[in-house]
């Protein structure tokens, strides 16, 4: 066997092995939860609730509920990263308008039990909804919460549907962070937004920054397009920019659909 010959089966070796360790762990790049427990919510949110909920497959699973004055609740669904202690900042900007909020953290978010992964996501949230019985709802999804928020959509309609920076596909969204791996063969979660939004039977709002470099305003786009949305474009912010949190445009995105709804 002549020296390249080694050296090229040597260097597919490792790329072979690189593979299968990204397939192996895959869910630890894309789900980087904190999940330390949050503190109660009352000492971060006035009025604020701790609740607990039940998954169909038997997770309980803690949750921030601040009770509103309007007949309108907003369950805010997050993206991959963080608490719902980093979502305070928006419940309580949409409370001072006397709208209901419920901050839920996913399994493995939060001091929650259970590992984040696509089908336990959407399980998720769908005992965060229906724990809200029969109480007027509007969807707020970010980031890979949008995706989440999405499927809750085709299922469960709500009156509305937020999608804060929202992908067409997590393919997408891991191609532009992880451009020379082959994203979209390796993954096992899908999470497809544009595939769904389509059939969502609701007015939905989608809010992107047009220097977010995580999910590019392009992706955003063409879900808005999809969905045949309105879309607020916030100029020159990034992808976890304070005024994608609790910003004026996102707060109003929101206010707009709850007050079409009521």
Not at 57 to 69: F, I, K
Not at 237 to 258: F, I, P, Q, S, Y
């Amino acid at each position: 066997m002549t020296t390249l010959m080694r050296t090229v089966l040597v260097v597919a070796a490792v790329a072979v092995l690189l593979l299968a360790l990204l397939w192996a762990f895959q869910r630890r790049l894309i789900y980087l939860p904190d999940g330390s427990p949050a503190p109660p919510a009352a000492s971060v949110l006035p009025d604020g609730r701790d609740v607990t909920f039940t998954t169909s497959d038997g997770l309980t699973l803690s949750a921030w509920y601040v009770p509103g004055r309007r007949d309108v609740t907003v369950l805010v669904m997050g993206g991959n990263a963080g608490n719902r202690l980093h979502r305070a900042p928006l419940a309580s900007a949409l409370a001072e308008h006397g709208l209901g909020v419920l901050l839920m953290d996913y399994r493995g978010y939060g001091g929650n039990p259970g590992g984040p992964d696509e089908e336990g996501l959407f399980r998720d949230a769908l005992a965060a909804r229906d724990w809200l019985g029969d109480r007027r709802v509007v969807y707020f999804g970010e980031s890979l919460g949008a995706a989440v928020a999405t499927r809750l959509a085709v299922e469960r309609p709500p009156l509305g549907l937020v999608l804060r920076s929202p992908f067409t596909d997590l393919a997408a969204a891991g191609q532009v962070n992880y451009p020379f791996l082959p994203v979209r063969a390796l993954l096992r979660d899908r999470f497809p937004v544009t595939e769904r939004v389509g059939r969502v039977r609701a007015p939905v709002v989608v809010v992107y920054g047009t220097a977010d470099t995580i999910v590019p305003a392009r992706l955003s786009r063409a879900v808005a397009e999809a969905a045949g949305a309105t879309v607020v474009e916030i100029p020159g912010a990034g992808h976890n920019d304070l005024v994608m949190l609790n910003g004026r445009e996102l707060v109003n995105a929101v206010l707009t659909l709850a007050g079409r709804s009521a």
